[in-house]
């Protein structure tokens, strides 16, 4: 898909992988609505970057886990744009769950925005594009849907969900709408990680080091332009699927 002139969505837009995504869809002549949830200051900074690109941008604050906050969201960017070509489903809660555990509210929490969030914004882009017959949707996925962490039930349930939502909606909206995934490893560290942390996570790696925002962006953009993928997803992670177990065979 020729992303100049067309319009994209992306779900937590506003800040680090999601901001980073939203930018590159700029700079090749896309319009943007960023949702962000909490992020408001940041989404705005991101919109006002986007337009210093030429292109339009629309900040939107929604719950993605609220079927009637993305109802509204779609509507507002249909008013501002006609409809969305692209849709990228960035949006996550990295939330650890306890497990076995009484309190539900952190596995409702994650499932909701990765599994549901994901599934109402695709249910409701969909019919602009099967109408249009063309469209591009991205789910971001990670590790985790391959190997999953203790203590993140919620998160490694969701994006594995994600991932197999992925082959279904390639298969339910196929010939016109192409649907993959894309799995980013360490490409930027949490502000609270320590040097000792981050080193050892680019030693978990194959190449021995962190990637970028930028090689996550792209490869979504290879999946935008790859006109006869989809169902697929494309890891970037350094091998850090393959490099773990290297890791601990040398620990």
């Known amino acids: 898909m020729e992303l100049a002139g067309k319009t994209a969505l992306v779900t937590g837009g506003a800040v680090r992988v999601g901001k980073a995504i939203a930018l590159m869809l700029a700079q090749n002549g896309a319009n943007v609505v960023i949702n962000y949830f909490s992020s408001d200051t940041s989404a705005k900074e991101t919109v006002q970057e986007i337009e210093a690109l030429g292109v339009s941008a629309l900040a939107i604050q929604a719950n993605v886990s609220k079927h009637n906050d993305v109802l509204n969201m779609v509507q507002q960017s249909k ?3 006609g409809g969305i070509d692209v849709l990228v489903n960035s949006a996550s809660l ?6 076995p555990t009484d309190d539900m ?3 409702h929490q994650v499932t ?5 969030g994901s599934f109402y914004c695709t249910n409701a882009v969909a019919p602009y594009m099967l109408m249009k017959e063309a469209g591009v949707i991205i789910n971001m996925v990670d590790l985790s849907a391959w190997i999953p962490a203790k203590g993140m039930m919620a998160h490694s349930v969701g994006k594995s969900a994600l991932l197999a939502m992925t082959r279904q909606l390639a ?5 016109h709408i192409r649907v993959n995934a894309v799995a ?7 502000p609270d990680y320590s040097e000792a942390q981050a080193q050892a996570t680019a030693n978990s790696t194959l190449l021995k080091r962190w990637g970028s925002p930028d090689d996550v962006t792209q490869a979504i953009k290879f999946l935008i332009d790859a006109d006869y993928i989809t169902g697929e997803f494309i ?3 350094g091998g850090e699927r393959y ?6 065979d040398e620990s």
Not at 171 to 175: A, F, N, R
Request: hydrophobic letters at 40%; glycine letters at 8%; charged letters at 25%.
């Open 79 to 81: 008013e501002q744009f």
């Open 94 to 99: 990295f939330k650890g769950t306890e497990f």
């Open 105 to 107: 509210s952190a596995w």
């Open 112 to 116: 909701r925005i990765l599994i549901d």
């Open 171 to 175: 298969v339910e909206l196929s010939p």
């Open 184 to 190: 980013p490893g360490p490409v930027l560290p949490p």
């Open 235 to 237: 890891t970037v992670d």
């Open 243 to 248: 490099g773990t177990r290297e890791f601990w």
